[in-house]
């Protein structure tokens, strides 16, 4: 017998509190080991219109839906005893006449009517957008027989509404319809029989081949259904590409998957093969490997052709090999030679802050060591304007933390990537394929290295990133270096991980498209969500203590909702605003572990990070707090701007960071300050 579980049951289980959920998964552990257990009580639901519905009783108020057929179980839903009925009654498991997919389809005579509340009279009604469309056309994109009339009828403010109803494939589709786009429409495999293998349906449902499988399927039910693609990402995921290849979209369209599934593609038709995954920090290589796992379980040989690394630590294991022990200069260091240098040599006005910035994005990434290269050099970037003699200056300090580093034996990251750069230009590469997450973040050293690494071969570049998540690195021409990725670029537009409103009002934070050097355009306008949840709260109080309560307030309403306290993550600016944090979800008596770069989330406990670790992270419900007027945008930071094209820099790269915590949020966002609250929030408000 197939027994397969459903995406709609992995959903409810998170929302039943942790005894219930260990209570649901021992009974469908006894389903699959024996679903003729004389001990597992099934019944037959008499109001439900699909027949091969039946519950299952797991405790004395919850209960299991499980659809029946021959040969094929099913685990569909899970929740308490009048909630679960009304689930099955409403909904029947069907093959499509024109797909050929299995869906679970909402039956349309148990839907009132989708109203949308209007607050504006409106002088003539908005036109409906899909009236011109074929029904032929609507059902090849997966929309159920007896939903067409309500297709037909929609316009730009039930769409939204209308679906939620929909099975995902037909959802998606209509969205990017709607925004001008036009769907791709998965053709049914010739040689599928079963409506269960359509590659659609195989987003849905998930067959477990043996309890071991089952395990970890029900361990990170969120993860485990995470790693699926859309079959328009899977046509880029499984692309032949002549040279380097990128895919951007903004937060939560799923690039992280698709550079995933990119790997282990590269991995699967080349059996031989060496694929590095690399990403910005060793956090998010814990979880890319997570992720890499749950994606590779029923074939971990593949893991075995896969190397995950952050990219500074993949940059010391190769130096390590081929060119010795490595000294890394710390940034505490380097910044107390500058210092140093700059008073010896005197007679000048240069700030610490621009003497350090100069020598991270200038000297130390283009790697300069003579008084012309300096002279020489684009200071692509750097807004401030330097004739010959400040830079014949500003080099007698480079020059001397120059000497002070080689004396001490000590290399920037910056210095070793140029060094394997040099290196693998003369020698074979240790991987075949490279591909890499929260690409906007690779600095010009490490895509020179990469550049080198890759060897020029085809498929052998593989980035994916977003431009309005970049918060490090400052822009430069990738195509310059070697990386030119136009023809090659796709730009995803469907948001698998935020709500429609989180998304909507977190993207205010952004202009509708950013460029980078090379002209390529990522653009925020036709980006769809392809669910609802409820309006993001933001809000301002009259002191830190106030503050704190409100937000513990809210913690607990989300533990009510059946979160789990791991579903949870609360991120500040800095370090500084961490007891602010702490103090609300210590209120709400909610356990809680402060991560830092190597720390993964844990199990019981909700996530406490700055902003910047946030990058990679997921979670149900999201509370950003302490945004407060010089918190955010920083003052330290705004003070150090030297001109008003610095100062531009810096509040965009401030409005970056603050986007990227509120787009960790799911389903669930709150976003608070104290008075006077940062200027960003007033667009959040609009």
Not at 6 to 22: G, H, I, P, R, Y
Not at 26 to 41: I, Y
Request: glycine share 6%; aromatic share 8%.
């Amino acid at each position: 017998m197939e027994f397969r579980i459903a995406d709609t049951f992995v959903d409810s289980l998170s929302k039943l509190s942790n005894e219930e959920q260990k209570a649901v998964k021992t009974t469908v552990f006894d389903l699959q080991v024996n679903p003729a257990n004389p001990g597992l009580s099934f019944h037959k639901l008499d109001r439900a219109q699909d027949p091969n519905f039946a519950s299952v009783r797991v405790s004395r108020d919850v209960r299991l839906i499980v659809h029946q057929s021959k040969g094929s179980l099913l685990i569909c839903f899970a929740g308490h005893h009048d909630h679960a009925y009304r689930w099955a009654e409403r909904r029947k498991l069907e093959t499509h006449p024109t797909t050929g997919a299995a869906q679970l389809v909402e039956i349309r005579e148990t839907v009132q009517e989708i109203v949308i509340p209007n607050y504006v009279t409106e002088i003539r009604p908005k036109p409906r957008l899909f009236a011109g469309k074929s029904d032929d056309e609507l059902l090849g994109y997966g929309v159920p027989l007896e939903w067409l009339a309500d297709v037909r009828e929609a316009n730009e403010d039930s769409l939204l509404a209308l679906a939620d109803h929909l099975p995902q494939e037909a959802a998606e589709a209509l969205l990017e319809l709607a925004v001008g786009g036009k769907p791709q429409v998965v053709p049914t495999p010739v040689a599928v029989g079963n409506p269960f293998d359509h590659p659609d349906a195989m987003r849905r449902f998930r067959i477990m081949g043996d309890t071991e499988e089952l395990a970890r399927a029900l361990e990170y039910p969120w993860e485990k259904w995470s790693v699926f693609l859309h079959p328009d990402q899977r046509r880029f995921a499984t692309g032949d590409y002549s040279g380097p290849a990128r895919v951007s979209g903004s937060a939560g369209t799923g690039k992280t998957v698709v550079a995933l599934h990119r790997a282990v593609h590269l991995a699967k038709i080349n059996p031989s093969a060496r694929v590095l995954l690399a990403t910005f920090s060793d956090t998010l290589a814990n979880a890319l490997r997570t992720k890499l796992r749950t994606l590779i379980h029923n074939q971990p040989v593949l893991g075995e052709q896969i190397e995950v690394y952050a990219m500074n630590s993949i940059g010391e294991r190769l130096y390590g090999a081929n060119l010795g022990k490595v000294r890394i200069a710390s940034a505490e260091a380097i910044r107390s030679l500058i210092v140093e240098a700059a008073a010896k040599v005197g007679g000048h006005s240069f700030s610490q802050h621009f003497l350090i910035t100069e020598w991270e994005q200038v000297v130390d990434a283009w790697q300069l060591d003579s008084r012309e290269a300096y002279r020489d050099v684009s200071r692509l970037g750097r807004k401030t304007r330097l004739p010959e003699n400040l830079r014949q200056t500003l080099w007698s300090i480079f020059e001397q933390v120059l000497s002070a580093l080689k004396a001490q034996g000590l290399i920037t990251y910056a210095g070793l990537f140029n060094q394997l750069t040099v290196h693998y230009a003369n020698h074979r590469s240790p991987f075949d394929f490279i591909v890499v997450d929260e690409a906007q973040d690779v600095n010009i050293p490490q895509l020179k290295f990469l550049a080198a690494l890759s060897g020029n071969r085809p498929n052998s570049l593989f980035f994916a990133g977003d431009l309005g998540q970049r918060i490090f690195q400052q822009p430069f021409s990738w195509k310059a270096l070697g990386v030119d990725v136009r023809g090659r670029s796709k730009n995803l537009r469907i948001n698998y991980r935020t709500s429609h409103q989180i998304r909507t009002q977190a993207d205010r934070l952004l202009g509708p498209e950013l460029a980078d050097v090379d002209g390529i355009t990522e653009t925020r306008a036709g980006t769809i969500s392809i669910f609802n949840g409820p309006a993001p709260a933001v809000e301002t109080f009259e002191s830190p203590e106030s503050e704190s309560e409100a937000v513990a307030v809210w913690l607990e309403e989300r533990l009510a909702d059946g979160l789990q306290p791991e579903e949870i993550g609360i991120f500040v600016r800095s370090e500084a605003q961490l007891p602010r944090a702490k103090a609300a979800l210590e209120a709400a008596g909610l356990a809680y572990k402060v991560l830092d770069q190597k720390m993964d989330t844990v199990a019981g406990s909700a996530s406490l990070c700055t902003m910047h670790l946030a990058k990679g992270l997921e979670f149900r419900a999201v509370a950003v707090m302490a945004c407060d007027d010089e918190i955010i945008p920083l003052q330290e930071r705004i003070e150090t701007a030297s001109d008003p094209s610095d100062l531009e820099d810096v509040y965009n790269t401030e409005r970056h960071l603050l986007y990227v915590a509120c787009t960790r949020a799911r389903d669930h966002l709150l976003v608070t300050s104290v008075d006077p609250a940062s200027e960003f929030l007033a667009d959040m408000r609009t």
